[in-house]
């Protein structure tokens, strides 16, 4: 049975994008990418919503044609050969080794991990993360905190209806910049 694991991009004021909506704010140093790579190798599904499938389809299909940065380089064939799930009511068709789900969250969500001989990574996004959350479904959280205030966006956590205790199991700088703070979830 796999894990899953939420990792997501915040900045130092809990904010997952900016007040408009940019994601212009992160840097993927190559320290970063290489801790990036060490967890993709544990990983044989992505997941995501609806939001954050359309950003992440928008760019890496063709991100090593376009760029030149050496984690878009390694990342993007990952991306491609890499099955992903998108959560959503909405979107009726994806590519790229994507199927969608718009059934029962939990009953999804468990049953992939149930299927899973590898770990399952869930990208960014927090309205799916909380309501997976929400259900005791995230087994590791994966926070990386960058150095920017960005006064506003969508917040990393979302109010919840209950509190959720975690543990922080490492805590590591990326490139002199970038904080990862690694949590599993508390089990009472």
Known sequence: MGKLIYWVHTSVDGHIDGPNGEFDW???GPELSAYGDEVHA???TFLYGRLVWEMMSGYWPTADQTSDHPHD??????????????????LKEAGWNTRIVSGNLGEE????????DQDLLLNGGSQLASAI???????????????????????????????LDLRLTDS???DARTVLLRYERSVS
């Open 109 to 116: 969500v468990a049953e992939l991990k149930r299927q899973s």
């Open 133 to 163: 959350g929400e259900l005791g479904l995230i087994d590791e959280y994966h926070i990386m905190v960058h150095p920017v205030v960005l006064g506003g966006g969508r917040p990393l956590f979302p109010p919840q209806k209950e509190r």
């Open 42 to 44: 544990r990983v044989g």
């Open 73 to 90: 380089l390694t990342f993007a064939s990952i991306w491609r050969s890499t099955p992903k799930v998108v959560f959503s009511t909405t």
């Open 26 to 28: 992160t840097e993927m």
């Open 172 to 174: 590591r700088t990326f």
